[in-house]
């Protein structure tokens, strides 16, 4: 049926492609390991060039699959984007809100107050020339009137009415706040009032003759019981003293360490702490002493009577002769805010 | 067989070679790659007979394995397309040598290559073959070879009609 010169050329073929398969079975050091690398490098030379030929041929594929698959990918990654952008912007905004309760938290804890974290939701228009904020935290969050209400600066301003589930605060800044206040490291008091504008509060020496220097820091005095406004939370900076020392009454201009127009996070005090922080809570940068031991305030002694026993020796004699002063200070506020 | 159709068989399954691996895979169509070297194979064996289609099988088969980026058992191809070489060359009948029947067999002769390949290769244990995706693969390797056959197959016997003519495309 074939010829002999077939059948003879067809088995020298296969025997010799049966070879190769053997040869190649025992893996890449096997004696075709040479003879592969030598046609892999002649084919490969060929290959190189036949490849810049029909480079123009691949190329267009390319283009044209490319093309195709553009508008897709297109469509695919500006919906991942906007996903991705959403998410960023969210993430800034958590971001901030995660830093400004961290400040919070920090204030509350190293003065030792009790809060509930709330979010300002509305702001009193500015032409009504009052500075009022909506919360909404309200009566079931435990809110009362005449809370404190501070946020990871310091002072922010006191609770006023409130609903079930929102408050309404003055800030500190409005022009019927007064607030009890005492310069950090001298323990000078006066009154700290609003003057309507948010940068600016007009802080009122008691003690004319005292000195007050440009860069002295404001910490609340503290009312009785705690309310309206709890003792130790920084209220802002002195940047300008006005008058000499001897004139009836000094006046200084404070800027408020809360910016009142990023107001977002802030918290009210819903108890005040047992001693009075003193100047702890203040901004490191702004005072000089780190670490002031705590001193109990009049008011709080007075609240918390089994505390004095424990405090009584850090409590110097001329603090606790000052404390019915302070009070007479302090008292006023919440009559002259609240009118 | 004479020399020159060994000389042509040599050039012929060399530059398929080439065009498959450089253009042809790349062109980046759905399923299989076009398979030109069998398209040649057979267009070679239906032109000159079973012989130079078994050399030619011999040929393409030892390029495409040794070709980068190869990476296949040096052999196996060659095996299947002798096979398909020489029966391509045997079974034709010089009296319906019509473009219908030799398209008919190219692209019978692929999908038989593509499943013999695959067949041999996981037989050997060297490649792994994914049989799901086999009928696939034949379909669309049988599809293109018979898109490609009639420029190969005309072209083929243009070459062996003027470059080497032989007597024994008749006797087999």
Redesign the interface.
């Known amino acids: 049926m074939l010829s002999r010169r077939t059948r003879i050329v067809l088995s020298v073929l296969v025997v010799a492609s049966l070879t190769f398969v053997i040869l190649d079975l025992r893996g890449g050091q096997g004696p075709l390991s040479g003879v592969r690398s030598v046609a892999a490098n002649v084919l490969g030379f060929a290959e190189r060039i036949a490849a810049t030929v029909f480079s123009p041929v691949t190329g267009a594929t390319e283009w044209w699959s490319t093309m195709r698959d553009q508008s897709a990918q297109i469509q695919a990654l500006t919906a991942e984007n906007e996903v991705l952008r959403a998410e960023a912007e969210t993430f800034a905004n958590d971001r901030a809100r995660v830093m400004a309760l961290d400040e919070v938290l920090g204030i509350a804890g190293v003065g030792g107050y009790r809060i509930v974290p709330a979010e300002v939701i509305a702001v009193g228009p500015a032409q009504d020339f009052s500075w009022t904020i909506t919360i909404d935290a309200g009566k079931s969050d435990g809110i009362e009137p005449d809370m404190t209400v501070i946020n990871g600066q310091g002072l922010v301003g006191r609770v006023v009415k409130t609903t079930s589930n929102t408050s309404t605060v003055v800030l500190v800044v409005d022009s019927s706040s007064a607030v009890g206040g005492r310069v950090a490291g001298t323990e000078e008091i006066g009154i700290v009032s609003g003057t309507g504008r948010q940068d600016s509060l007009s802080f009122q020496l008691l003690d004319p003759a005292a000195d007050l220097r440009v860069g002295d820091a404001l910490v609340t005095f503290g009312s009785k019981g705690g309310r309206p406004y709890a003792p130790g939370l920084p209220i802002g900076e002195v940047i300008e003293v006005g008058g000499t020392p001897g004139q009836l009454t000094r006046v200084a201009t404070v800027r408020p360490f809360i910016d009142v127009s990023t107001l977002s996070i802030v918290a009210v005090v819903t108890r005040p702490p047992r001693v009075d922080p003193r100047d702890s809570v203040l901004p490191r940068t702004g005072i000089s002493d780190p670490s002031p031991s705590p001193v109990p305030l009049g008011s709080g002694a007075s609240e918390d009577p089994g505390d004095t026993g424990t405090t009584d020796g850090a409590s110097p004699v001329p603090s606790a002769s000052a404390a019915p002063e302070r009070e007479t200070a302090a008292t006023p506020e919440p009559s002259e805010s609240g009118g | ?1 004479t020399w020159r159709q060994a000389v042509v068989i040599g050039i012929t399954t ?1 530059l398929a ?3 498959q ?3 042809l895979s ?3 169509l759905p399923g299989a790659t076009p398979d030109l070297v069998v398209v040649t194979v057979v267009a070679i064996a239906l032109a000159m007979g ?2 130079p289609g ?2 030619a ?2 040929s393409a ?3 495409i ?4 980026p190869a990476d296949t ?4 191809n ?2 299947v397309y ?1 096979a398909v070489g ?1 029966i391509t060359g045997f079974v034709i009948d010089p009296r319906d040598r019509t473009v219908p029947i030799m398209i008919g067999i190219v692209g019978l002769a692929t999908a038989a290559s593509t499943l013999a390949v695959a067949a041999l290769d996981s037989l ?1 244990g ?1 490649t792994r073959v994914s049989w799901e995706d086999m009928p696939t693969m034949v379909l669309t390797s049988a599809l293109y070879a018979v898109a490609m056959a009639p420029l190969v197959i005309v072209g083929m016997a243009w070459v062996a009609r003027r470059v080497a003519p032989d007597v024994s495309v008749l ?2």
Do not use: C, E, Q, S
């Open positions: 067989m060399f070679v080439i065009v691996v450089t253009l790349r062109l980046g079973p012989v078994a050399t099988g011999f088969g030892i390029l394995d040794l070709a980068p058992l040096l052999g196996v060659a095996l002798i020489f050997m060297a006797t087999g």
